[in-house]
């Protein structure tokens, strides 16, 4: 039975603040110049992103880097004094969201010298018989090294494109000015090929991936004049590596080879010792704070329940300057963004849970800071929901870690509660600013996040318990922390809606055919509800080793697929099913939408639909995703009790 959701509405000051809440902030980034002179700041404006250049003493802008209709501003680069590098993003695919296809655009501060440098339609911008022309590269470039010492040349990978991305990498030193290739440095040995250089800009590791999934590492070592083959029983099954030592002899790299969780490893470039340097009892580390050059590491990053930053006895510049900030903007994330090359000026972004970002400015020689800007400035953290780390037993005893945000300015009795299920599945939830459970949260609902088993950050075995549990133990987790939301009572019994993007909405539908008496209505935003199509359609069963990554998570059992499926097992749901979808997303393809749909209508249970036919995998143009959350929001309060929408809806 098919409830249509209406494309307009008229609500006066409610599609504002979700704007607000959940709009790609205005401000996504600011680099200082290595002068310390020019900021380039990367923001979106008009549907799209740009870049100012602005003087740091006067704010006035003085040249901008913006493209047409056809693409739009990726990533950037201060690659010498004058120069930025920027990832092109391809806008004209039809689809909201722009796609990177390996282009690199290179222009000066006052936007002059303007020029795509790399690839499959450089060759077309140099003409003249005499010039000597770059050819078009079929390829993605990513930047391996600026090499801050070489003032016209950058070290990129080049990967020649294909639909499986399964061609080996090449290291190339690229002209940033020309567009030509100076030299091609070296080849990786198979697909999936990463390099990585010492502070002289000499590459000294090289990572790829076999056929048979195993990882090829090669090092050189300082002095060696051949390189090392590292064998496989070297690491373990994680190896990520981060930076090559000082002394240019070995690299350290995250991984677990000693221990369930992923921990800081030193692994010597000749292959012959790997010492654990750090390893946290309960979770991975999230990721290493590094010096600006991406050269050395300054501290670990962990997420217990509340992120926490461990620095390491590094007595540099950068180290002393972080833990400085730390103690300054105590209780927020840190990051430091840039800094001008005599390490006077330094830029800095901020976050926590009511705080979408924040951007400063530390002058190291005037010992001050000051704020430069909000990503979103509309947002004010008095307004928003605190994030509260939880944890529970599920139903065979396994711990399981999550957050509760409570509705905001709903006092006395429980609010109604959205369970908001992350994608992934191998993702995990983080303490932060989140737009979707900020939009829920201050319109009177409260929120609980699951890191069922399956989740990344708990160790290999947590992690690797989720295998082939998609529509099983993955979803008692779930359904574990619904019953301790109620037993804590942080949620009524039958005042609970369940809610979820991509493996959420999976999820989300799954569950609730498990236990329908647990949840009032379901919220399923791009998601997957027949698992055998998986290898029929869908961008992943085309990838480098795609198949093997799905019979690793769902098995090639047909029974059990077809049991894990919830588009067999909506005779069970009891309760009205709100679909979003849009019909480009190639990860998780339309037909899932309407093979639900099909099954919904065979067995007369109710339903809403909202489809977008240009989005792809969830809503990445602002206004589909705020009609969105708005069209959900009014989905939940018909199925809810008691809910009410604070700041939306006081005018």
Excluded at 100 to 109: D, H, P, R
Excluded at 256 to 283: F, M, R
């Amino acid at each position: 039975m098919l409830s249509l959701i209406c494309c307009t509405w008229i609500s006066i000051g409610y599609a504002a603040t979700l704007h607000e809440l959940t709009a790609t902030p205005e401000f996504t980034d600011i680099k200082i110049s290595p002068t310390g002179e020019y900021y380039a700041i990367r923001l979106f404006q008009e549907g799209k992103h740009h870049i100012n250049f602005v003087s740091r003493e006067t704010s006035e802008i003085l040249g901008q880097i913006s493209f047409g209709q056809s693409n739009e501003v990726g990533d950037y680069f201060w690659v010498n004094d004058e120069r930025v590098v920027v990832q092109v993003l391809d806008a004209s695919s039809g689809r909201e969201a722009p796609a990177y296809f390996g282009e690199l655009f290179a222009a000066n501060f006052d936007g002059s010298k303007a020029e795509l440098i790399f690839g499959y339609r450089s060759g077309q911008s140099q003409t003249g018989a005499r010039i000597r022309k770059k050819d078009s590269e079929y390829a993605w470039a990513e930047i391996i090294d600026v090499l801050p010492d070489n003032k016209k040349r950058i070290l990129i990978s080049s990967v020649a494109m294909s639909r499986a991305r399964d061609k080996p990498a090449k290291a190339v030193l690229l002209d940033v000015y020309s567009g030509l290739e100076k030299k091609k440095i070296m080849w990786s040995s198979f697909p999936q090929g990463r390099f990585y250089t010492d502070k002289s800009g000499t590459v000294r590791l090289v990572t790829s991936i076999r056929a048979n999934n195993t990882r090829h590492i090669q090092g050189l070592p300082d002095g060696a004049e051949e390189w090392v083959e590292i064998a496989g029983t070297n690491y373990g099954n994680y190896f990520s590596p981060i930076a090559i030592s000082d002394d240019k002899k070995s690299v350290y790299v995250l991984d677990n080879i000693e221990d369930d969780k992923i921990g800081l490893y030193e692994l010597s470039l000749a292959g012959d010792s790997y010492e654990k340097l750090y390893t946290h009892k309960d979770v991975n580390i999230t990721n290493l704070v590094m010096t600006t050059d991406e050269r050395s590491v300054i501290a670990i990053k962990v997420d217990d329940g509340y992120p926490k930053y461990l620095l390491l006895s590094n007595p540099g510049e950068e180290a002393k300057t972080f833990k400085l900030l730390l103690n300054y903007f105590s209780g927020s994330t840190v990051s430091i963004r840039s800094r001008s090359r005599d390490g006077r000026f330094w830029v800095v972004r901020t976050g926590t849970d009511v705080d979408p970002g924040s951007y400063h400015l530390y002058d190291r020689e005037a010992k001050s800071i000051g704020k430069l800007f909000d990503s979103r400035p509309g947002v004010k953290s008095e307004d928003l929901a605190a994030m509260e780390p939880i944890e529970f037993s599920s139903f065979d005893g396994q711990s399981i870690a999550g957050y509760f945000t409570p509705a905001r300015n709903v006092p006395g009795k429980a609010a109604p509660m959205v369970v908001l299920v992350h994608g992934g599945p191998h993702v995990r939830d983080y303490w932060g600013y989140n737009s979707d459970v900020q939009a829920l949260a201050t319109n009177g609902f409260s929120v609980l996040q699951i890191n069922f088993r399956g989740s990344t950050g708990y160790g290999s075995a947590f992690e690797t318990s989720g295998y082939r549990q998609w529509g099983d133990e993955i979803q008692k987790d779930i359904i574990a922390g619904t019953r301790w939301a109620i037993d804590e009572q942080r949620a009524d019994a039958g005042n609970i809606c369940i809610m979820g993007t991509s493996f959420g909405a999976y999820s989300a539908v799954q569950s609730a055919t498990l236990a329908p008496e647990l949840y009032n209505c379901v919220v399923a935003n791009a998601g997957i509800y027949d698992l055998p199509l998986m290898y029929r359609k869908g961008d992943i069963e085309s990838w480098y080793l795609g198949d093997e990554y799905l019979e690793q998570d769902i098995g090639r059992d047909d029974d059990e697929l077809k049991r894990f499926s919830p588009v067999n097992r909506i005779a069970l749901l009891e309760r009205p099913v709100f679909i979003a979808h849009g019909q480009k997303d190639v990860r998780a393809p339309f037909e899932h939408a309407k093979r639900l749909r099909k099954a919904l209508d065979q067995n007369e249970k109710q339903y809403e639909w909202f489809v977008k036919r240009r989005e792809a995998h969830g809503f990445y143009d602002n206004d589909n995703q705020v009609e969105y959350l708005q069209a959900a929001i009014e989905f939940l309060n018909k199925h809810l009790t008691a809910a009410k929408s604070p700041i939306d809806r006081e005018d």
